[in-house]
């Protein structure tokens, strides 16, 4: 079903790109080649955009646990975005606030005071859920806006706005930097390029930790087990003495964890302050995809990362390279989130002609595509 | 001491409360097709991107037909079409509601760039001249009146427009039999089908509806309000609609009443010269405020009880 999901997506745009008068082939030979170096038109350098996928999915490793470990308890987690922002603001303002402190004492701090603000940042929907019931989609979606507007806030005219009149924070001390994997040497050529110019960082590793954390949490840990019981049925969770409300606020505070964390990493590992890009970041929507399409499970959310990492590291690519706009990406997301939702894949396997279709598989909350309570009563577990 | 006196003194000027009234009626469009789509049981959280899908079609079509009238009719269509998506992705296939709503709005903000891109090229989209623009008009001798004639009768035309809906959204939805069918399909689905309701018909019809005030309302705010059309231009005011409609108990008087104190909160952002406090700060109000509602400080709010979950018949 996620390859066809993907297959889909990838025909569907390219019919919008061919019906507005643009070649779909130069399209996605741009994207390749942007996201996994092959295929290249116009002599770029492959291990360059390998990296540039690297640099782009590693994020979404977090994010995308942050929004398929709720989808188990069978909440809905929208507010990624939100989360991976409070991680960002908590990194910038330790990152300069302590400047002077060694990495070995401030890189933690950053990396943990992230981690902490994504988990306060997600437990208010969580407490809230649990306590007088609000629809955690709806509270997360608020917190996302006021997550937003707090990061315009602080930089453009508030209190951490860099003196210069950029709409940009100071840059965090040195010791609150993820190291490159990478040696900053100019002398060193690797790849017919100087070595610096691979951005990969060691949060990759602290993303791959993430996911295995995740597997084993969900799978070899009671924890898990109640996460996923209450997934499945909240009554007979309840009957088997599992507290409901306690395993919902748990389940955000530790997905809003993962997403501060990827937050924190963003800044500390790619960019080294808070700029007006945040404004328009898009990582923890794009979990909302990566965790559906790679079915909730650990494995799942890593090759999915990939695919929207090369995506996003492509359409750069393909806008240069083939005069296609970049937003054909987003295009693709949605397409792909449809197809999933739908299973218009269904539609392909419909009895030949003259019978009448099966009727479409009942209630399909997000939750249950990725959990085996997809024949659960709806509403059961959402 | 000096903020506060700064509020008291703007509270006092006529063209705050008609800024007031105009923003409000800027949310009140796409908040009233939420409350239409969820009294029927379709979640819908995707009117940002009908917004914006009619932001941009109406630009486009004043831009060629050079015709107000006409573009903001393209507008309401375009927010349609994005709904018929919803509804055929919901209804029919029965598809996660949310996820869904997700993906109309990041198909919106990706079509529109995209197609900005391969009409206009890179450049911008280009204005609307004045007299091309959806007009606001004076109410004769009714705008006469001090103080209340600036407020209420000085307006663009799609305020009065959005004004009649809520009455006409309000008496339907509580006073007539389509308005019942809608509300019974809404809380119990399978009893509605049973006595005879078609489900389905009203659903779609219902969030097809929402798609079409919201697309007004993306006409109002490009060649109303504004005279051009740029990249997310909504900017999160179909959010802001949700909001107003869940702040308002999915009731069209309710969700107005939320959208005239969101749109009081832009009215002072929007005075921010006299007012010597962050836009950004007053930006996360609508939200915190609905925050504070949910956490039920002001009595429970509490959806529809079949609202986003697809109906099955159970002979299927």
């Known amino acids: 079903m996620p390859l066809g999901s993907v297959v889909f997506a990838f025909v569907v745009g390219g019919l919008i790109v061919a019906i507005t008068g643009g070649n779909p082939f130069a399209a996605y030979q741009g994207l390749m080649c942007g996201g996994l170096g092959i295929g290249c038109a116009n002599g770029e350098n492959s291990a360059l955009q390998i990296s540039t996928t690297i640099v782009f999915f590693t994020p979404l490793l977090m994010t995308g646990v942050a929004v398929a470990l709720p989808f188990r308890a069978g909440l809905f987690n929208i507010g990624a975005e ?285 939750a249950a595509l990725m959990t085996e309570a997809a024949k659960a009563p709806p509403g059961e577990t959402t | 001491m000096s903020f506060l006196a700064d509020i008291g003194h703007v509270l006092l000027t006529a063209d705050l409360w008609r800024a007031t009234l105009e923003a409000a009626a800027l949310l009140l469009l796409p908040a009233l097709g939420g409350v239409i789509s969820e009294r029927s049981g379709v979640v819908n959280i995707a009117m940002e991107g009908m917004m914006l899908t009619g932001a941009f079609f109406a630009v486009v079509a004043d831009l060629a037909l050079h015709n107000p009238w006409l573009a903001a009719l393209v507008g309401i269509v375009a927010g349609g079409l994005m709904a018929l998506i919803h509804a055929v992705v919901s209804i029919r296939f029965r598809a996660d509601q949310i996820v869904s709503g997700i993906a109309i709005n990041i198909f ?106 919201s697309g007004l309302a993306g006409a109002f705010l490009a060649i109303g309000i504004s005279n051009t059309f740029v990249p997310n231009m909504t900017d999160g005011r179909g959010y802001i609609a949700l909001a107003a409609m869940i702040f308002g108990k999915w009731t069209p008087i309710g969700a107005f009443i939320a959208c005239l104190i969101f749109g009081l909160g832009q009215a002072i952002y929007d005075a921010n010269s006299v007012i010597h406090v962050s836009q950004y700060l007053l930006s996360m109000l609508p939200y915190i405020l609905t925050l504070i509602v949910l956490a039920g400080v002001v009595g429970r709010s509490i959806p529809p009880a079949a609202d986003g979950i697809p109906y099955a018949p159970e002979n299927e």
């Open chain 1, 82 to 366: 939100g989360q991976l922002l409070a991680g960002s603001v908590a990194c910038t303002v330790i990152g300069i606030k302590f400047s002077g402190l060694p990495a070995p004492i401030l890189l933690p701090m950053v990396l943990l005071g992230g981690t902490l603000a994504g988990a306060i940042w997600a437990g208010v929907p969580g407490v809230l859920k649990a306590t007088i019931g609000a629809h955690e989609v709806v509270t997360t979606i608020m917190l996302n806006y006021v997550a937003q507007w707090l990061v315009r806030y602080l930089i453009v005219g508030g209190p951490l706005q860099a003196a210069n009149g950029f709409s940009a924070s100071s840059p965090i001390g040195a010791g609150a930097r993820l190291p490159l994997f990478m040696p900053n040497d100019p002398g060193l050529i690797i790849f017919g390029l100087p070595a610096g110019v691979y951005r990969v960082h060691t949060g990759l590793l602290i993303g791959l930790a993430a996911l295995v954390i995740f597997a084993i949490l969900l799978w070899r840990t009671s924890l898990g087990y109640e996460i996923r019981a209450v997934g499945q049925s909240q009554r007979a969770a309840r009957y088997g003495g599992i507290s409901v409300a306690r395993t919902i606020i748990v389940t955000m505070l530790i997905a809003g964890a993962f997403s501060g964390l990827a937050g924190a990493i963003q800044i500390a590992g790619v960019d080294h302050n808070l700029t007006d890009k945040y404004f328009n970041d898009t990582t923890g929507f794009d979990a909302i995809a990566v965790a559906l399409l790679g079915l909730g499970s650990a494995v799942g959310i890593l090759f999915a990362s990939i695919l929207f990492g090369a995506l996003h590291a492509g359409g750069s690519v393909m806008q240069a390279d083939a005069g296609i706009s970049s937003s054909l990406v987003q295009i693709l997301q949605a397409l792909i989130l449809f197809s999933i939702a739908a299973n218009f894949l269904r539609l392909l396997r419909l009895p030949a002609f003259g019978r009448r279709p099966s009727a479409p598989a009942p209630t399909a909350p997000a």
């Open chain 2, 108 to 213: 919106a903000a990706g079509l529109t760039l995209f197609l900005v891109q391969r009409i206009y090229g890179l450049q911008d989209v280009g204005h609307v001249g004045q007299s091309e623009l959806l007009p606001y008009i004076n109410i004769p001798l009714l705008d006469q009146i001090p103080f209340l004639g600036r407020v209420l009768f000085q307006q663009n035309v799609v305020v009065y427009a959005a004004l009649v809906l809520l009455v006409l959204v309000q008496l339907t939805l509580f006073r007539t039999r389509l308005g019942l069918r809608i509300r019974s399909v809404g809380e119990h689905p399978q009893a509605a089908d049973t006595a005879g309701i078609n489900v389905y018909a009203i659903r779609y019809g219902a969030v097809i509806t929402s798609g079409l005030l």
